[in-house]
């Protein structure tokens, strides 16, 4: 994956409390500046993920208006396990 460079400034405290938590994770600044902005954008399809909750309703099983909750906690550990 070609990255590209940019450059971003930060106030002081902003810098210090990621780099900290770059640290605590054992990744650089710039990986979790990455990582932070994947999560961002994956919010901003939030569309799409309602309509695939909503869609739940099509799935045929009749007991998702009881199960519904358990559908989507699988539907969310599904997505995840695919990152």
């Not at 695939?52 to 045929?60: A, C, T």
């Given at each position: 994956?070609?990255?590209?460079?940019?450059?971003v400034?930060?106030?002081?405290?902003?810098?210090?409390?990621?780099?900290?938590?770059?640290?605590?994770?054992g990744?650089?600044?710039a990986?979790?500046?990455r990582?932070?902005?994947?999560?961002?954008?994956?919010?901003?399809?939030?569309r799409?993920?309602?309509?695939?909750?909503?869609?739940?309703g099509?799935?045929?099983?009749?007991d998702a208006?009881?199960?519904?909750?358990?559908?989507?906690?699988?539907?969310?550990?599904?997505?995840?396990n695919?990152?």
């Amino acid at each position: 994956m070609a990255l590209k460079r940019t450059q971003v400034y930060l106030e002081p405290e902003q810098h210090r409390l990621l780099k900290r938590e770059a640290e605590a994770k054992g990744i650089s600044l710039a990986e979790l500046l990455r990582r932070l902005a994947r999560d961002y954008l994956r919010k901003e399809t939030s569309r799409e993920d309602f309509f695939r909750i909503v869609g739940l309703g099509k799935s045929g099983s009749s007991d998702a208006a009881e199960e519904h909750d358990r559908y989507i906690s699988e539907a969310i550990s599904r997505d995840e396990n695919l990152r």
